[in-house]
């Protein structure tokens, strides 16, 4: 009989990535599979899982990248928008090395 829930450590076995990138997009409200509460427990339902993977082969095939939160698809985001959102900063002159 195959498990039906999931704890972080069989999700992250399960899907190939370690605990702690489950843990930290928890955190940050970015994690894409919906969560289940058992008696104070964070597990996740495999049918949830295997939706979630579903929808990454649909999108993958059919040249499309994961939806952005605002709806927007990563694939229709320009280089020069991501620039933009992360700028180059000077680097300090004690990392440049010489003299």
Not at 60 to 75: A, H, M, N, V
Request: hydrophobic share 35%; proline share 7%.
């Amino acid at each position: 009989m195959e498990q039906r829930v999931f704890g972080i450590k069989e999700l992250a076995e399960y899907l190939g990535i370690k605990p702690q990138t489950i843990r930290n997009r928890l955190s940050s409200g970015t994690f894409p599979i919906p969560v289940i509460k058992i008696l104070g427990r964070v597990k996740f339902d495999r049918r949830d899982v295997d939706r979630y993977l579903d929808r990454m082969r649909f999108s993958y095939e059919s040249g499309l990248t994961t939806p952005k939160r605002d709806g927007i698809l990563s694939s229709q985001i320009t280089k020069k928008e991501v620039v933009s959102q992360f700028p180059i900063l000077p680097v300090p002159s004690a990392f440049k090395g010489g003299n």
